[in-house]
């Protein structure tokens, strides 16, 4: 039986990568990680935003809320800083004229440090 010496070699560099193809597939492999993380850092941040979105939106509801079970409308605006979760909100109060007599709207403003400011409003009757 005669082996050729060219298909002994073949059959041998084919049972394994070599150390270049291992190494251009790690670096491949570390780019595609290092740019998953980099998502995953920007995903936490938008996360972290909507959190504080819902609390300020809460606060303003309950504020309004606050403001429904007042009898009398205030004309004044009105400031204050609140506790929440840890972190100090921002809010303020004030009421609109209407085009339609004996209505007016209440405005209540929420901001977090850093964040967009959150405005809701509802009419009342004077």
Do not use: C
């Not at 394994?16 to 190494?23: M, P």
């Not at 504020?63 to 009398?72: F, H, I, S």
């Not at 303020?92 to 209540?108: C, D, I």
């Amino acid at each position: 039986m005669i082996i050729n010496a060219s298909a002994a070699k073949k059959n041998h560099r084919a049972q394994g990568f070599t150390l270049i193809e291992v190494l251009v597939a790690l670096s491949i492999a570390s780019f595609a990680l290092v740019a998953l993380m980099g998502r995953l850092g920007a995903s936490a941040d938008v996360q972290r935003s909507l959190s504080l979105h819902a609390l300020s939106m809460n606060e303003a509801r309950n504020l309004l809320a606050k403001d429904r079970l007042t009898p009398t409308v205030s004309n004044s605006e009105e400031r204050g800083d609140v506790q929440v979760s840890g972190l100090t909100m921002h809010w303020r109060t004030w009421t609109e004229k209407t085009a339609l007599n004996g209505f007016v709207r209440r405005n209540v403003a929420v901001q977090t440090k850093n964040e967009p400011e959150i405005v809701l409003f509802m009419y009342r009757a004077l």
